[in-house]
């Protein structure tokens, strides 16, 4: 079972048990465990409300079969998170429509979330956080507390970079958020349909150097399109 569906499962049991004055060996066993798992609820509902999408919140390693030979390295990517997170070393996903980058990088945003020692790590599409980035000029408090923790939070994954509406402020937003995560030395994990030529014809070369240099992990996916059969 993935991370989300346990503790979705779990916590009305936990609740009952919670208030349960009198249990059974059996039930003080069962109460113990399902504690534990309410421990990844912050976790849980902070993966909710950094915007993992709903249909994808079921995304686990165990899942994903697009390529076994990358989901290893994804793995093993997230067992060096500790040593990857004081180097700022990144990860992008690249490839084409429908192979499984989304899939992959929700897969690591639960583990990096709910996994001892765990991390804070937000996820976003490039269009919710180009929205959000926005609505700070529209004098939202809650996006400009935000924007004002997304350059050095633990870990921040952008996905479907590209996918954005291509304008000289977007352009310029997504230099600023990269370039200052590079700075802090804070890993940031994107997806993306472009390639690093691609990302520097849109983004501009210091874009595409931040983003792919001082040893970034690049994966790269194939295949055709999942969502329709392929």
């Known amino acids: 079972m993935n991370y989300y569906d346990e503790y979705r499962s779990s916590k009305s049991r936990w609740n009952e048990l919670l208030t349960m004055q009198n249990k059974t060996d059996e039930e003080r066993a069962e109460f113990r465990r399902l504690d534990t798992i309410m421990g990844e609820g912050e976790a849980i509902e902070r993966g909710e409300c950094g915007a993992i999408p709903k249909r994808m919140a079921r995304c686990s390693f165990d899942t994903f079969t ?9 793995e093993y990517y997230i067992e060096q998170k ?10 992008v996903i690249q490839g084409p429509v429908g192979v499984g980058k989304t899939h992959l990088a929700v897969a690591i945003t639960w583990r990096l979330l709910v996994e001892r020692p765990r991390h804070k790590a937000d996820f976003w599409s490039i269009v919710d956080f180009v929205q959000m980035a926005k609505a700070v000029f529209d004098g939202d408090r809650g996006a400009k507390e935000y924007a004002e923790q997304a350059p050095t939070i633990d870990w921040l994954i952008i996905d ?5 509406r291509p304008t000289e402020w ?3 937003l997504i230099y600023t958020i ?35 240099g001082d040893g970034a992990l690049i994966l790269a996916l194939g295949g055709k399109d999942n969502r329709i059969g392929g």
Do not use: C, H
Not at 67 to 73: K, V, Y
Not at 160 to 164: F, H, K, N, T, V
């Open 82 to 91: 500790k040593q990857n997170l004081e180097e700022g070393r990144n990860l």
């Open 170 to 172: 977007t352009r310029e």
């Open 178 to 212: 990269v370039s200052r995560r590079y700075n802090a030395q804070r890993p940031t994990i994107v997806t993306t349909n472009l390639t690093p030529a691609e990302i520097a014809d849109r983004y501009g070369d210091p874009v595409a150097s931040r983003l792919f």
């Open 66 to 74: 697009a390529d076994m030979t990358i989901r290893g390295e994804a």
């Open 160 to 164: 479907d970079l590209g996918q954005e």
